[in-house]
């Protein structure tokens, strides 16, 4: 049952970035279809980002009530529902209506089923599950390039990926048993320093109470600045490449796509290391690793070789942070807060992302688009401040003799 468990967590990650990247690679059709601008699409983002936020910090309620199995199936429901609604919707305010409970349910599954993977699975599931979540997302761009070829419209797209939302949500339904059979308690308990404070029954955690456990600002600083990192890369790099350093608008492009593969890549090789580097170390040396890479796209150099292997290389950084900050919390502030805090997390990332690409947007309208590398540079610098204070206080209130050993390395793997 453990490894019928995993299994279903793997394609349910799967599934959480297939609907992910459909709005970007159909809008160029959607928008002329709709008759509205092409900057809507910002509109559209918007509406999703508002409510992973919102559902994302009311998580801790719902799981703590229903249970993750629950949870994620009526969530993975609610995408499929909205997919099939934005299949059908001729006009853009029915894209934004959809929107919205396509947003809750995506902030809610990934809250849930995170939290879950950082309490009963070890690190190299956290990174394994991530880069599942890479492939979804990599996926439905071909899916919707399928469907325009074909004929099928961008909206034989989003029934595709509808169906197989609603197919995966009767699988959910059909596992629930599972969920509370397979890893009732931390596997981990032994070694697991946010352990010794869980009750028989855990209580709700209030978000106000959340928010005043030590540290958790520092985490979501740390969050929020890696999130900003990774969505304004995406967006911005191949058009600061042809802007700025003159590449071939194709090159860039394909660099660019590099840029994700290397987070889907990395995250795949993280998780062979990271049961015996920790998670501490995996965040250290992932935002010390980007922070080369966007030095190498600054260096003003006749040649474009380096700014191109510093944005792999930054992709590459990237790939550990994300699974590892959300693995190493119920180590750092307890298993009864992990569901809160990891809802919270979630709701710092998708603002970071939401945010950061519109303000390089108008910062670059403003200086230019050379302020690329410094705008990632000081994100960078805030994502490592961030992470190390928290590690020195954490370690500090253990009473830690080394500072830098890493969270969760000592964690035995599944």
Request: proline letters at 5%; charged letters at 10%; aromatic letters at 10%.
């Amino acid at each position: 049952m453990y490894a019928l468990l995993l299994s279903i967590i793997y394609v349910a990650f799967v599934s959480l970035g297939l609907p992910d990247s459909l709005i970007g690679a159909g809008w160029p059709v959607m928008h002329g279809d709709l008759g509205v601008p092409v900057g809507f699409a910002g509109i559209l983002t918007m509406v999703v980002a508002g409510g992973t936020i919102v559902s994302s910090l009311l998580s801790e309620r719902f799981t703590h009530r229903f249970g993750v199995g629950l949870v994620t199936a009526v969530s993975v429901g609610m995408t499929a529902a909205a997919l099939f609604g934005f299949s059908v919707s001729g006009e853009f305010w029915m894209l934004c209506l959809w929107a919205i409970p396509y947003g809750l349910g995506a902030g809610a599954v990934d809250a849930a089923l995170n939290n879950y993977v950082a309490l009963h699975y070890a690190a190299k599931h956290m990174n394994w599950l991530h880069s599942f979540w890479g492939v979804g997302a990599s996926i439905s761009p071909f899916i919707m390039s399928y469907a325009l070829g074909a004929g099928l419209g961008w909206s034989g797209a989003y029934q595709t990926v509808g169906i197989i939302q609603a197919a995966l949500t009767v699988l959910l339904f059909l596992s629930l048993t599972l969920w509370t059979r397979v890893n009732p308690a931390n596997p981990h308990a032994d070694n697991d320093a946010g352990a010794a404070d869980e009750a028989p029954a855990r209580k709700h955690v209030p978000l106000r109470t959340a928010l005043r456990i030590p540290g958790v600002p520092l985490i979501l600083g740390a969050f929020f600045a890696y999130c900003a990192v990774e969505s304004t890369a995406i967006l911005w790099a191949s058009t600061y490449l042809v802007t700025d350093r003159g590449v071939d608008a194709a090159t860039a492009a394909a660099f660019a796509s590099l840029f994700l593969l290397g987070i889907t890549g990395g995250r795949f090789l993280a998780g062979f290391v990271a049961d015996r580097i920790g998670d501490r170390l995996l965040i250290r040396g992932g935002f010390i690793t980007v922070a080369v890479g966007v030095a190498l796209i600054a260096l003003p150099l006749p040649t474009d070789v380096f700014a191109l292997a510093g944005l792999v290389l930054a992709g590459l950084g990237s790939a550990p942070i994300y699974p590892a900050i959300i693995h190493s919390t119920p180590v750092n502030f307890g298993r009864r807060n992990s569901q809160a805090i990891i809802g919270i997390q979630m709701a710092a990332a998708y603002t970071g992302s939401t945010l950061a690409p519109p303000l390089f947007g108008a910062l670059s309208s403003w200086a230019g688009m050379w302020a690329f590398p410094f705008f990632l540079a000081a994100l960078v610098a805030l994502g490592l401040v961030m992470s190390e204070r928290l590690n020195r206080r954490i370690s500090a209130s253990r009473g830690d003799a080394d500072v830098t050993s890493p969270v969760g390395a000592d964690t035995p793997s599944n």
